[in-house]
């Protein structure tokens, strides 16, 4: 059932993959609700992706591009407002990777030359999106922008490495940006804590099914799925939430408010011991 909570807005959404994409349900749900978009992701991401059977069913256009690519991004923008007839009402900003991560490096052995694409893809390429969006006036008045994060940017969480920096530094662009674009603009600026989803960009993460089960057995209402964070940003992209922003907001079944539940603590219980490597070494993280 939709509400046409986007009727007419005009949308870009960065990110999407495949179907297991969070930016994917948001670009399905905006449609339906009445929106119209352009799609973009990285040319190595669309030539291992399906964003063409996705731009074909939802009749957007997709526009290739590096988002740490100031002129990439402004390109985006332009073609945009070109395309859809004005400037855009909302944004989505679903871009994280972390070559460390994917490397399985602790937090305490980190490649610096890996640290600084994590950096910018998965943060400072937020700030690059909304400069750029900003000096060609590309956001309409009262438009909305979010950037997907997790708790990691406020917790320490086994595995999750440089990508925590990554995700506090998106938070804090948020904020920074969002007292300037709303003061001048309007424009509301917000980022989802979302639970740990299984996207393709989740796997890569150490134990991940670990992680989701533990989350799920601490969250009263368990995980947030990708479809239902889709739900979510429609709604902060309609004008329901006109005076919400420089936020991070989450959108996690309340995990982020628990200290133990009791469906945790039992399957804690069951085994007490250290974790150890194959060679007998507790390790910590």
Not at 112 to 120: A, H, I, N
Not at 197 to 222: V, Y
């Amino acid at each position: 059932m939709t509400h046409n909570l986007l009727k007419g807005k005009r949308g870009i959404i960065f990110g999407a993959l495949n179907e297991h994409s969070i930016a994917w349900k948001v670009a399905e749900k905006a449609v339906a609700e009445g929106a119209t978009i352009t799609l973009s992701n990285t040319p190595m991401a669309l030539r291992m992706g399906e964003l063409d059977a996705l731009a074909e069913k939802l009749n957007a256009e997709v526009i290739p591009a590096d988002a740490t690519s100031v002129e990439d991004l402004k390109h985006v923008f332009e073609r945009s407002v070109e395309v859809l007839g004005g400037p855009v009402d909302f944004v989505l900003h679903s871009i994280g990777m972390s070559p460390n991560v994917r490397k399985h490096r602790t937090y305490d052995d980190l490649d610096y030359g890996m640290l600084s694409k994590t950096l910018d893809i998965s943060a400072i390429s937020f700030h690059k999106m909304l400069q750029t969006a900003k000096k060609l006036d590309a956001i309409a008045e009262g438009g909305s922008v979010i950037a997907l994060s997790y708790v990691a940017a406020q917790r320490t969480f086994y595995g999750y490495s440089d990508m925590a920096d990554a995700k506090s530094m998106l938070e804090s662009i948020a904020r920074s940006f969002g007292y300037i674009y709303g003061r001048e603009k309007g424009v509301r600026i917000n980022t989802i804590s979302q639970s740990p989803t299984p996207t393709t960009a989740g796997k890569g993460i150490k134990m991940m099914e670990d992680l989701m089960d533990f989350a799920d057995k601490m969250s009263p209402l368990g995980n947030a799925s990708a479809e239902e964070c889709a739900d979510y940003c429609v709604m902060l992209f309609s004008d329901f939430c006109r005076k919400v922003t420089m936020q991070n907001l989450y959108h996690d079944g309340g995990f982020s408010s628990m200290g133990m539940s009791l469906r945790a603590m039992n399957q804690y219980a069951k085994d007490l011991s250290p974790f150890e490597d194959e060679n007998g070494k507790v390790v910590y993280g």
